[in-house]
């Protein structure tokens, strides 16, 4: 009923569900009930549910922050805390709206001493899970026409990207993604 609610899960959390070991049967019984769902949408729109694998995750993850933010009253509990890195940037942010003063000035000394000492990504964006599935695909991705010089036709455009075997919105967001990515790193 979640699934059918919010038109399957967000694509994240569909690249695990497909990595994992469920059955492709399986698979296709449940999406295609999904796809029912999301065809019934159209006569009435409404708008989809969140992931419920997002959800539960969002859920878990309040529910620690707040257990490691009481915990850190203590002050050996904190000193530990220190020694052991902290949280990444992302849940820091997250513990912002709810932490004491002083647990919160604890949380973001500990980020700031972490990356002064040994700067690393995973402290400033968390861990991504879902990054290597997206570098793979995206590096497959066919490129779009880059000379700008000669005017192309909106509809040669579209009929280009239908011939991929892909899903034209995911296709195009990959290859705006992607070009963000080469500008972003050239820029640095």
Known sequence: EQLRASLGMCP???????????EPETL????REVAKTAAERVQAPA???????????????GYILTGVLQA????GLGRRYADGGGLCLPHLLATGR????????????????RLEHRPELVALAGIDRDATHRRTWRARLPDRVTARSEPRDALQTLL????????PACLLGGQAERGYLFWLVGEQ
């Open 12 to 22: 994240a959390h569909t690249r695990r569900l497909l990595s994992g070991e469920i």
């Open 28 to 31: 296709t019984s449940i999406y």
């Open 47 to 61: 708008p989809p549910a969140g992931c419920p694998a997002c959800a539960s995750a969002r859920f878990n993850v």
């Open 72 to 75: 850190l009253d203590d002050r």
């Open 98 to 113: 709810t932490a004491e003063p002083a647990v919160l000035r604890l949380v973001c000394d500990t980020l700031a001493a």
């Open 160 to 167: 280009d990207r239908l011939a991929t075997d892909a899903c």
